[in-house]
Structures are given as structure tokens and as C-alpha cells.
């Protein structure tokens, strides 16, 4: 409640809310009568929905009985088509249930049937199984068999090999091993005009290893049938074969010359069957040195050497010295590829070989270099070879065109009063080389510096009754390969050499031939490489020849030409080597 402000009239105040009252009340009054008025005209719309209300329920039950009507032949209607259905179904049910009952009765049938297969089958493996077990058992005992036929089998080749050899000792046989290189690039026909078919015959292989002693080659010519020839020797080497299996069979030969005997290696075949590759290894062109680092494919030159100085440091210092000379046998002339002119520089020298009082075969003049080790060595060898005369053919792009003779003298210094074979008393010989080794070698040294006829090599001591030499040598014999002229493709000064090369080696296998036939003249000086070669192939040596043959049918006539020749080589019968002696030390007086 609002009480008067002070100063003003209390009258007028409240008339003036009271007149504020009354006009409220005129607005509520009007609002009245407007609320009055619309809800008078909502009762008449009210009524007037009510009367329309009443048509559509009316309408609305007359609907709803149509429909239950419509409803109750609907469902009449369905029921029936029901009951077909459901009949249908009946009559389909009673035929899948004969069928079925069929089909229960087959597989019943069948079951037991696959039953009595099951069973059967069962039975069979077990019977199976037995048998197995038996065969195992069976292949067992065959195995071992055959393992023990295996081993007494290896031990008689063995044996055999070993009697065969004893047998090609006591006849002087010559030792021949065959290696058979494999397909190279340039086996195709390149540089001849033939047809495709023979250039394909051409890349096929002719020449096989049928086992390590037999060679097998398939001789095959157009319109007729092919024929094999077999070959026998006594070792062979098939295309896959190392150079370290190679030397293998070679190394025991080399035991023989700290033994007393000489010892020669020689490989021969055809241009570009790979003799130079067996005896020296890789030689790449412009570089002729020996590597180290492909020591698994050296030659038997190199390897010969190492195992060679390998056997000297285990015998006593000082009672071996080992010399080298390198010559080559071109247009039948005879050239020493260590000797020196007047500045030191190595080029080779013309030398002839002669036929001493002896019959032994020399080369006055020839230039004999001491080595120490293999190293020496093998750089002497590389020196001689820088100078080697090669020539590029259709056949090969380096074909040697000279016979290389590389020659390895072991000299043995051993101490006694008496020559035997054998020394009796190992403490004896190691106490009287110790006593005489620095003697010795200041004598040699000494000798050595006033030497004016062959500087390079050692002096020849005389035999004293206290100190005996005896030498034995190897020779590494590496020939110029037999080749067709007209496959070759040479001509001029090439033409001359492959002339002179053909019949050099036709010459070596005149002097087998005489050999063999023992008659009382051997042509050895119809060719210097004969000549020069005399002490070897005559019998004052173990030989060995080393056959390269090439495997491709284009080379199929060289091929067959070389192992014929390597068939005569193993003829020949010389003789039983004869080995040098040996100085024995006498028993205390």
C-alpha cells in the first residue's frame, strides 16, 4: 500500500486510483462479453459437428458390416483352396516316403557292399604291407651286398690298378691319361661356309667319358648310322674334372725323381684342345704371369714345381740344388728362351742338340738357371714364355705355335765311400751331410764365381770318395697342337710353321712306332723335338702323356688322330726304367 507523500493531497490521490480501478474493470468487462460471444458461436459448431458425427457412424456401420461379409467369402474361399493344397501335399508325402523307403534299402544294400570291399581292401594292404616289409628286409640285405660287392670291388681295381702299374713298370710302358675339355664359344662353325644342319652337328658332342678309363666316341656321318668306339687308358678325364684332380694323378711320378728316376710330362692333342691350359693354366693375353690368387687353376707345370721344392724341404739342407732351362722347338730349331745378351736382357738363342759318347741326347751352351723355390722358378718359366712364338687361327686366338720343353735337373748331393741304392743308415747320411753342408756350400760358392762357361748354372763338382752327385731330371713337355690346314685357315708364315708342327709330331710317332716294333733303328733324328725328347721316350724315363682331345663333332678327325696316337703310346714297351744310384755310406771300420 502505497502511503501519500507528504505534501500532497490525500483526495485527489485516491480518486485518481480509484479512477485507475474502474477503467481495469471496464476492460474485464469487455473481455466478458467477447469470451461470451465466441463461446456462444463454438456451441453452434458443436451442434453442427454432432449432427454430421452421427450421419458418419451410421455410414461407418454400414461399411464394417459390408466388410465382415467380404471377410467371412475371403475365408471360405482360402479354406478350400487350403484343403486342395494340404491333399496334394498328402499324396506328394506318401510317394517320398516309398521313395524313400527305396532308397534306404539301396543304400543298405550298397553299404554292405562297399563294406565287404572296405574289408577286402583292408585285407589286401595288410598283405601288402607284409610284402613291403619283405621287400625292405630283401633290399636291405641287397644293399649291403652291393656295399660289400662296392668296397671289394674298389679294393680290386685298386689292386688292379696297382699290378697294372707294376706291370707298366717292369715294361717300360708309357703312361697315358686322356682329358676331355668342355664345349667352348668358339666350337661353332664361325669363319666356314657350310650349311645351318652342320653347324648343328658341328655343336654336338662326339667325345665322352664312359667311365675314368674309357673314352667313348660317337663316329657319325651324314646318310650313315652312327658307330661308338671305345678307347682305353689309364686314366680319364671327363669335361667337369678339375685341374686339381689332374695333378693328383700326376703327383706320384714326381716322388720318383728324389727316388733316382727321370721323369717326363707331355701333353699332346689337336689346336685348342686345351694342352697349354692342363700344363700351365689360364694364360690371359698380354698377361702371362701365374697368379696366386687362381691357384686352383694351375697347370701341372706349376704344381709339379711346388710339390717338387715341397719334397726337397723335407729331405737335409743343403744336399739338393735344383736348376731350370726353358727352350722351344720352333721350325725345327731349337731356341733357349733363358739365355742372355750382352746386357742381361733374355731373347732366345739358336742351340743344336747332339748325341754324346753316352747316347744320351744335350744342348751344349743350353742356359741352366738354379732356382730356390717355386717362386724362382715359375718367374724364370714366365720369362721363357714372354718370348714363345704364338699365332691367332680360325681355331684358336693364341695357338702356340712351338713345342715348349721346360726342364727341371735335381741334383742330389750325397756323402760315402761306396754306391748302393739305398742309404742303410739314416743317422749316418743326416751326420755327414750336417758335417759337410757348409763346406760343401762354400765350395760351390766359391767355384762358382771363377765359372766362365755357364755362369747361370751350378759348378759340376768331381766325384770325390766322400761326396757323390747324381742327377735326375724332369721334363715338361707342352707341344704345338697337330692341326687341318684347312680348318686352321693359315697361310704364309703360319702355313710354314703348322708344316713344320704336323711333321715334328709325326716324327714323334714314327719313333713310337719303332719302338713298339722294336726294330734295331729308331728314327730320333728325323726331327730335333724327337731328337731332343730321345732320352725320354726312349726309356731312360717314366713318361707320361697327357691326350687333350676336344669333344665337339667338328673336331671329330683330330680327335680320333690324337687318342690313336695315345693307343700306339701305350704299346710301346722300352724296357724297365733304370734308376740312378745312390751313393751308400759305408759301415764303421
Same mark, same amino acid.
Given at each position: 500500500?502505497?502511503?501519500?507523500?507528504?505534501?500532497?493531497?490525500?483526495?485527489? &490521490?485516491?480518486?485518481?486510483?480509484?479512477?485507475?480501478?474502474?477503467?481495469?474493470?471496464?476492460?474485464?468487462?469487455?473481455?466478458?462479453?467477447?469470451?461470451?460471444?465466441?463461446?456462444?458461436?463454438?456451441?453452434?459448431?458443436?451442434?453442427?459437428?454432432?449432427?454430421?458425427?452421427?450421419?458418419?457412424?451410421?455410414?461407418?456401420?454400414?461399411?464394417?458390416?459390408?466388410?465382415?461379409?467380404?471377410?467371412?467369402?475371403?475365408?471360405?474361399?482360402?479354406?478350400?483352396?487350403?484343403?486342395?493344397?494340404?491333399?496334394?501335399?498328402?499324396?506328394?508325402?506318401?510317394?517320398?516316403?516309398?521313395?524313400?523307403?527305396?532308397?534306404?534299402?539301396?543304400?543298405?544294400?550298397?553299404?554292405?557292399?562297399?563294406?565287404?570291399?572296405?574289408?577286402?581292401?583292408?585285407?589286401?594292404?595288410?598283405?601288402?604291407?607284409?610284402?613291403?616289409?619283405?621287400?625292405? /628286409?630283401? $633290399?636291405?640285405?641287397?644293399?649291403?651286398?652291393?656295399?660289400? =660287392?662296392?668296397?671289394?670291388?674298389?679294393?680290386?681295381?685298386?689292386?688292379?690298378?696297382?699290378?697294372?702299374?707294376?706291370?707298366?713298370?717292369?715294361?717300360?710302358?708309357?703312361?697315358?691319361?686322356?682329358?676331355?675339355?668342355?664345349?667352348?664359344?668358339?666350337?661353332?662353325?664361325?669363319?666356314?661356309? =657350310?650349311?645351318?644342319?652342320?653347324?648343328?652337328?658341328?655343336?654336338?658332342?662326339?667325345?665322352?667319358?664312359?667311365?675314368?678309363?674309357?673314352?667313348?666316341?660317337?663316329?657319325?656321318?651324314?646318310?650313315?648310322?652312327?658307330?661308338?668306339?671305345?678307347?682305353? +687308358?689309364?686314366?680319364?678325364?671327363?669335361?667337369?674334372?678339375?685341374?686339381?684332380?689332374?695333378?693328383?694323378?700326376?703327383?706320384?711320378?714326381?716322388?720318383?725323381?728324389?727316388?733316382?728316376?727321370?721323369?717326363?710330362?707331355?701333353?699332346?692333342?689337336?689346336?685348342?684342345?686345351?694342352?697349354?691350359?692342363?700344363?700351365?693354366?689360364?694364360?690371359?693375353?698380354?698377361?702371362?704371369?701365374?697368379?696366386?690368387?687362381?691357384?686352383?687353376?694351375?697347370?701341372? /707345370?706349376?704344381?709339379?714345381?711346388?710339390?717338387? +721344392?715341397?719334397?726337397?724341404?723335407?729331405?737335409?739342407?743343403?744336399?739338393?740344388? &735344383?736348376?731350370?732351362? &726353358?727352350?722351344? !722347338?720352333?721350325?725345327?730349331? /731349337? +731356341?733357349?728362351?733363358?739365355?742372355?745378351?750382352?746386357?742381361?736382357? $733374355?731373347?732366345? /738363342?739358336?742351340?743344336?742338340? !747332339?748325341?754324346?759318347?753316352?747316347?744320351?741326347?744335350?744342348?751344349?751352351?743350353?742356359?741352366?738357371? *738354379? =732356382?730356390?723355390? $717355386?717362386?724362382?722358378?715359375?718367374?724364370?718359366?714366365?720369362?721363357?714364355?714372354? %718370348?714363345?712364338?704364338?699365332?691367332?687361327?680360325?681355331?684358336?686366338?693364341?695357338?702356340?705355335?712351338?713345342?715348349?720343353?721346360?726342364?727341371?735337373?735335381?741334383?742330389?748331393?750325397?756323402?760315402?765311400?761306396?754306391?748302393?741304392?739305398?742309404?742303410?743308415?739314416?743317422?749316418?747320411?743326416?751326420?755327414?751331410?750336417?758335417?759337410?753342408?757348409?763346406?760343401?756350400?762354400?765350395?760351390?760358392?766359391?767355384?762358382?764365381?771363377?765359372?766362365?762357361?755357364?755362369?747361370?748354372?751350378?759348378?759340376?763338382?768331381?766325384?770325390?770318395?766322400?761326396?757323390?752327385?747324381?742327377? *735326375?731330371?724332369?721334363?715338361?713337355?707342352?707341344?704345338?697342337?697337330?692341326?687341318?690346314?684347312?680348318?686352321?685357315?693359315?697361310?704364309?708364315?703360319?702355313?710354314?710353321?703348322?708344316?713344320?708342327?704336323?711333321?715334328?709330331?709325326? @716324327?714323334? @710317332?714314327?719313333?713310337?712306332?719303332?719302338?713298339?716294333?722294336?726294330?734295331?733303328?729308331?728314327?730320333?733324328?728325323?726331327?730335333?723335338?724327337?731328337?731332343?725328347?730321345?732320352?725320354?721316350?726312349?726309356?731312360?724315363?717314366?713318361? %707320361? =702323356?697327357?691326350?687333350?682331345?676336344?669333344?665337339?663333332?667338328?673336331?671329330?678327325?683330330?680327335?680320333?688322330?690324337?687318342?690313336?696316337?695315345?693307343?700306339?703310346?701305350?704299346? &710301346?714297351?722300352?724296357?724297365?726304367?733304370?734308376?740312378?744310384?745312390?751313393?751308400?755310406?759305408?759301415?764303421?771300420?
Amino acid at each position: 500500500m502505497m502511503w501519500p507523500r507528504r505534501g500532497l493531497d490525500p483526495g485527489s &490521490v485516491w480518486a485518481q486510483r480509484l479512477r485507475q480501478l474502474e477503467q481495469r474493470l471496464r476492460t474485464k468487462e469487455e473481455r466478458i462479453v467477447v469470451l461470451e460471444t465466441e463461446n456462444a458461436v463454438l456451441h453452434l459448431k458443436l451442434a453442427e459437428y454432432q449432427g454430421l458425427a452421427g450421419g458418419s457412424t451410421k455410414e461407418v456401420l454400414q461399411l464394417y458390416a459390408a466388410h465382415g461379409q467380404q471377410m467371412k467369402l475371403q475365408k471360405s474361399s482360402v479354406v478350400t483352396q487350403l484343403h486342395g493344397a494340404i491333399k496334394r501335399l498328402k499324396q506328394d508325402l506318401k510317394s517320398l516316403h516309398s521313395f524313400a523307403l527305396e532308397l534306404s534299402k539301396d543304400f543298405q544294400r550298397q553299404s554292405k557292399t562297399c563294406l565287404y570291399q572296405v574289408l577286402a581292401a583292408v585285407h589286401g594292404i595288410q598283405l601288402q604291407n607284409e610284402a613291403m616289409r619283405m621287400f625292405q /628286409i630283401k $633290399a636291405f640285405d641287397l644293399e649291403q651286398s652291393l656295399q660289400e =660287392v662296392t668296397e671289394r670291388y674298389e679294393k680290386e681295381k685298386q689292386k688292379r690298378k696297382a699290378l697294372h702299374n707294376s706291370l707298366v713298370e717292369l715294361r717300360g710302358n708309357i703312361r697315358v691319361h686322356c682329358r676331355i675339355r668342355p664345349l667352348l664359344p668358339f666350337d661353332d662353325a664361325a669363319g666356314h661356309s =657350310v650349311s645351318q644342319d652342320r653347324q648343328r652337328n658341328f655343336s654336338e658332342k662326339a667325345a665322352y667319358a664312359a667311365d675314368d678309363e674309357t673314352v667313348l666316341v660317337k663316329c657319325s656321318r651324314p646318310g650313315h648310322a652312327s658307330v661308338n668306339k671305345t678307347f682305353q +687308358f689309364e686314366r680319364v678325364y671327363n669335361d667337369l674334372e678339375s685341374q686339381d684332380a689332374v695333378f693328383a694323378d700326376v703327383a706320384p711320378l714326381l716322388t720318383s725323381l728324389l727316388d733316382g728316376y727321370n721323369v717326363c710330362i707331355m701333353a699332346y692333342g689337336q689346336t685348342g684342345s686345351g694342352k697349354t691350359y692342363t700344363m700351365l693354366g689360364p694364360q690371359l693375353e698380354g698377361n702371362l704371369a701365374f697368379s696366386i690368387e687362381e691357384e686352383s687353376e694351375l697347370g701341372i /707345370i706349376p704344381r709339379a714345381t711346388q710339390e717338387v +721344392f715341397r719334397l726337397i724341404s723335407e729331405k737335409p739342407q743343403g744336399s739338393y740344388w &735344383v736348376e731350370v732351362s &726353358v727352350v722351344e !722347338v720352333y721350325n725345327n730349331e /731349337i +731356341f733357349d728362351l733363358l739365355a742372355k745378351d750382352s746386357y742381361g736382357k $733374355a731373347f732366345g /738363342i739358336k742351340r743344336d742338340v !747332339v748325341t754324346t759318347r753316352e747316347g744320351k741326347s744335350d744342348v751344349p751352351l743350353l742356359t741352366h738357371e *738354379t =732356382v730356390k723355390n $717355386a717362386s724362382e722358378f715359375l718367374h724364370l718359366v714366365n720369362k721363357g714364355l714372354q %718370348l714363345r712364338v704364338t699365332h691367332p687361327t680360325l681355331v684358336h686366338a693364341h695357338s702356340s705355335r712351338s713345342h715348349l720343353v721346360v726342364t727341371l735337373t735335381i741334383t742330389t748331393v750325397v756323402f760315402g765311400d761306396n754306391f748302393g741304392t739305398l742309404w742303410e743308415d739314416e743317422q749316418t747320411s743326416q751326420r755327414l751331410t750336417k758335417e759337410s753342408s757348409c763346406t760343401f756350400l762354400q765350395r760351390m760358392r766359391d767355384n762358382k764365381s771363377t765359372s766362365s762357361s755357364r755362369p747361370s748354372s751350378p759348378v759340376q763338382f768331381e766325384a770325390t770318395e766322400k761326396m757323390k752327385q747324381v742327377k *735326375t731330371r724332369l721334363q715338361l713337355v707342352d707341344l704345338a697342337g697337330s692341326e687341318c690346314v684347312g680348318m686352321s685357315g693359315v697361310t704364309g708364315a703360319a702355313l710354314r710353321e703348322t708344316s713344320f708342327i704336323n711333321r715334328s709330331l709325326s @716324327a714323334l @710317332a714314327d719313333v713310337l712306332g719303332a719302338i713298339a716294333e722294336q726294330r734295331a733303328h729308331v728314327p730320333y733324328r728325323n726331327s730335333k723335338l724327337t731328337h731332343l725328347l730321345q732320352d725320354s721316350v726312349g726309356g731312360d724315363a717314366k713318361l %707320361l =702323356v697327357m691326350l687333350c682331345i676336344s669333344p665337339g663333332q667338328k673336331y671329330l678327325t683330330e680327335s680320333m688322330q690324337s687318342l690313336g696316337f695315345g693307343t700306339r703310346a701305350r704299346q &710301346v714297351q722300352r724296357g724297365q726304367v733304370k734308376k740312378k744310384n745312390f751313393p751308400l755310406p759305408s759301415k764303421a771300420k
